[in-house]
């Protein structure tokens, strides 16, 4: 009697399965890995279509030149003196099959708007003449979640759900850079500083921000701090450090490249915040609370929410609605659930204006940086509107 635990006579302690079996479970293996690349090292013809016939003007200079014969100086680095508040529609741009997602102006002039859209394409337009769709550039699978111009207007970069940012140039249409880490990018910008253009980050929905070199196509530096997807970026400080929002319903503030927070803010009280935007001063950034309100914090030297500065009245909840501040900071847009644009007034807080813009929800409301009072608004029922 070799006790309880003694093995049987015949019994196999290694098995294996026998010829056939392993034949077959090989072949199986082979082909599910198989499977799953095949899907992966297609990627989509990546093209863009021009669709103006005057590409140039008769000095030669493409359509990112920045005009000059408008009446408003859209190289002034001044805002307008004082900004009014937009009364009527002016123009609509349509030409996206879905809902708009993002749009954004050509950096400094804004004499072009860009627009990423649910259709998949990013188009570019014209802000004055003749109002026209300059390109489609179309290279992703789905829905496009952001695009941001560099600080030139010549490249911009469209982060996508098909977990590609593509780096496109904005005058030829080429795509000059794919990035992928096989997660969702959530937002995709550049480095602010002129001598780190070659820098991008994207908050992606693994939890990190991650930052790509886009010289080598290098990942150089990821940020891994949060619980859960990383919603915004936004540089304050003179672009030293930033400032992510993230779906753990708090907000960490980063040095540059420095894999740490060097602030944690969050409060029981505290909502998920899909969508920031920065003062033109850069003492401020407003930040989409999804209870309803725009909660605003100080940037700077000291980070801390401004308890008597929240704006409401609208309704945002679910939606990562854009909002934007007039260039010299006298009133705060925002869009809503409802495809409203709302405008409050920056000193007091009270809300001095809404209407209807949209059908469906309104996504983003962009303010004209040299204009008083005109303001672009984009939303799900694939237009984007311009008012005055």
């Not at 989509?44 to 030669?60: A, F, P, T």
């Not at 959530?186 to 990190?208: E, W, Y």
């Not at 999804?290 to 939606?319: C, P, T």
């Not at 006298?330 to 644009?341: F, P, Q, R, T």
Request: glycine share 6%.
């Amino acid at each position: 009697y070799l006790g309880p635990w003694a093995k049987y006579k015949d019994e196999e302690t290694i098995s294996r399965p026998n010829d056939e079996d392993a034949a077959y479970l090989e072949e199986y293996l082979a082909k599910k890995q198989k499977k799953g690349k095949t899907e992966e090292e297609v990627p989509l013809e990546e093209k863009s279509v021009l669709h103006i016939k005057d590409s140039e003007d008769y000095q030669g200079r493409s359509y990112t030149h920045i005009p000059q014969d408008l009446g408003v100086n859209l190289k002034s680095t001044e805002p307008p003196h004082k900004c009014f508040i937009p009364k009527r529609q002016i123009h609509s741009w349509s030409g996206h099959t879905k809902g708009v997602s993002v749009i954004r102006w050509f950096p400094t002039s804004a004499h072009l708007i860009l627009s990423g859209s649910m259709d998949s394409k990013v188009k570019l337009w014209e802000v004055y003449k003749g109002r026209r769709c300059v390109r489609t550039f179309s290279g992703h699978k789905q829905a496009i979640r952001d695009v941001n111009f560099n600080n030139t207007g010549e490249k911009f970069l469209s982060a996508s759900y098909d977990r590609y940012i593509k780096m496109w140039d904005t005058e030829t249409g080429d795509v000059i850079g794919r990035f992928s880490n096989k997660k969702m990018a959530f937002c995709a910008k550049f480095n602010p500083c002129d001598d780190k253009q070659h820098l991008i980050v994207a908050g992606t929905s693994s939890n990190k921000i991650v930052c790509w070199d886009t010289r080598s196509g290098d990942i150089v530096q990821e940020y891994d701090r949060h619980l859960a997807a990383v919603n915004t970026i936004t540089f304050v400080d003179r672009n030293r450090r930033f400032v992510t929002t993230s779906d753990d319903k708090s907000m960490r503030v980063w040095e540059w490249n420095i894999p740490v927070d060097m602030k944690y803010i969050a409060d029981p009280s505290m909502h998920s915040m899909p969508a920031v935007s920065a003062a033109p001063n850069g003492k401020w950034i407003a930040c989409q609370s999804l209870d309803n309100k725009i909660s605003v914090y100080q940037v700077g030297d000291r980070f801390k929410e401004m308890r008597k500065k929240v704006f409401k009245g609208h309704m945002v909840a679910g939606y990562a609605c854009g909002l934007d501040f007039s260039p010299e900071m006298s009133y705060l847009a925002s869009g809503d659930g409802d495809g409203k644009v709302y405008i409050w007034d920056w000193k007091t807080t009270k809300l001095l204006s809404k209407w209807k813009a949209h059908d469906d929800v309104c996504i983003q409301v962009l303010w004209h940086p040299h204009e008083a009072s005109k303001v672009a608004s984009a939303g799900w029922d694939g237009v984007i509107k311009f008012w005055d």
